[in-house]
T-cell receptor, first 114, second 115 residues
């Protein structure tokens, strides 16, 4: 079975540019999570969705960040405009409610903003 | 709010020896999950072991076992017969019962395995 698929794996961009990160959760999973990982702050939850509906976006840093989940098989995290402090690894994860509770993670998207 | 604390940022162990990673958490809930995730240099987050809070028996997965002390809110991971491939960042994590809740992570701990 395919796991959580994220793209791109690596992104290097200039400050001020728009960045879009994409995620395809595991088929049948009904919860999707976006995490950000940095050395200083560790793993931070940005936002999560249940059944495509955003439940908690309190971790989204500011209005420059937005996330959507138009359907059960796709989500995007957009940063506009990007800043150097947004440089991090962004993980997408999914889970199924009626299971043993763990999240399944994608391989992450490493973002570098110059 | 729930919090997870990993007080040791780094540890090292000799190959074939045993090492214990500590984790404490804070919650007012009675039903929840606890996890240990491993993140090797490839950065993939890999589930090592899980524990349901209602289960008194400590979880084991091959060389990995936990010591779950619910009253003390402690959840340590023991790695037996350490292998070079165990070298990684290890994250302790908490999740409220219900299956639709977020995972709260500790800061992580870097484990080095010496040959």
């Amino acid at each position: 079975d395919a796991g959580v698929i994220q793209s791109p794996r690596h992104e290097v961009t200039e400050m001020g540019q728009e960045v879009t990160l994409r995620c395809k959760p595991i088929s049948g999973h009904n919860s999707l999570f976006w995490y950000r990982q940095t050395m200083m702050r560790g793993l931070e939850l940005l936002i999560y969705f249940n059944n495509n509906v955003p439940i908690d976006d309190s971790g989204m840093p500011e209005d420059r960040f937005s996330a959507k989940m138009p359907n059960a098989s796709f989500s995007t995290l957009k940063i506009q405009p990007s800043e150097p402090r947004d440089s991090a690894v962004y993980f997408c994860a999914s889970s199924l409610k009626a299971t043993t509770g763990e999240l399944f993670f994608g391989e992450g998207s490493r973002l570098t903003v110059l | 709010a729930q919090t997870v604390t990993q007080s040791q940022p780094e540890m090292s162990v000799q190959e074939a020896e045993t090492v214990t990673l500590s984790c404490t958490y804070d919650t007012s809930e009675s039903d929840y999950y606890l996890f240990w995730y491993k993140q090797p240099p490839s950065r993939q987050m890999i589930l090592v072991i899980r524990q349901e809070a209602y289960k008194q028996q400590n979880a084991t997965e091959n060389r990995f076992s936990v010591n779950f002390q619910k009253a003390a809110k402690s959840f340590s991971l023991k790695i037996s017969d350490s292998q070079l491939g165990d070298a990684a960042m290890y994250f302790c994590a908490y999740r409220r019962w219900g299956g639709s809740e977020k995972l709260v992570f500790g800061k992580g701990m870097k484990l080095t395995v010496n040959p």
